[in-house]
T-cell receptor, first 116, second 110 residues
């Protein structure tokens, strides 16, 4: 099946720094990727939809200047958490859509961000 | 919030027993999907059921969909300790954007 690779798996950073998370589709081209955020023992909340070659579409309440998304190629989307604060600590998961295989999504393994 | 709700929030059973999880959603859908998540990991797609389908099977999984009640259920038969995970339903309208339910944490004791 299709594989989505997400890096890093975990990151610890100081408050005020920026963190970049990469999401790659390894064996298929993903025109659309999605970024989710998950707090402990809670569900996934969609943050934004990343479209190759165009601006990301953010969900209501998600700060686009805080969470920068770049989808520069059909196999790579990046999420940058700018000026991270402790409340940004969370599990971030990306997913990719491959329309030829139907509507199911392929998920990366997630990134645990801890901001000190 | 468009987020669906699942119940129970947590379920503990013995190996060999069946596990049933329910999902309710709020809007019209194109399809409903079930995903599994092991602790601290990404999600794995289990099964997809379209809005014009009422029941679907995949191995030990059985999914039902009642669009009139906006609800779905996931049945795992003959559960195993390895089935221990969180299970999420997710609904899709006309795009690939999925809205996830609140999840059910399943614990299967050997």
């Amino acid at each position: 099946g299709a594989v989505v690779s997400q890096h890093p798996s975990w990151v610890i950073c100081k408050s005020g720094t920026s963190v970049k998370i990469e999401c790659r589709s390894l064996d298929f081209q993903a025109t659309t990727m999605f970024w989710y955020r998950q707090f402990p023992k809670q569900s996934l909340m969609l943050m934004a939809t990343s479209n190759e070659g165009s601006k990301a579409t953010y969900e209501q309440g998600v700060e686009k200047d805080k969470f920068l998304i770049n989808h520069a190629s059909l196999t790579l989307s990046t999420l940058t958490v700018t000026s991270a604060h402790p409340e940004d600590s969370s599990f971030y998961i990306c997913s990719a859509s491959l329309r030829l295989l139907g509507e199911k999504l392929f998920f990366g393994s997630g990134t645990q961000l801890s901001v000190l | 919030s468009q987020q669906g709700e699942e119940d129970p929030q947590a379920l503990s059973i013995q190996e060999g027993e069946n596990a049933t999880m329910n999902c309710s959603y709020k809007t019209s859908i194109n399809n409903l999907q079930w995903y599994r998540q092991n602790s601290g990991r990404g999600l794995v797609h289990l099964i997809l059921i379209r809005s014009n389908e009422r029941e679907k099977h995949s191995g030990r999984l059985r999914v039902t969909l009642d669009t009139s009640k906006k609800s779905s259920s996931l049945l795992i038969t003959a559960s195993r300790a390895a089935d221990t995970a969180s299970y999420f339903c997710a609904t899709a309208l006309n795009t690939d954007k999925l809205i996830f339910g609140t999840g059910t944490r399943l614990q299967v004791f050997p």
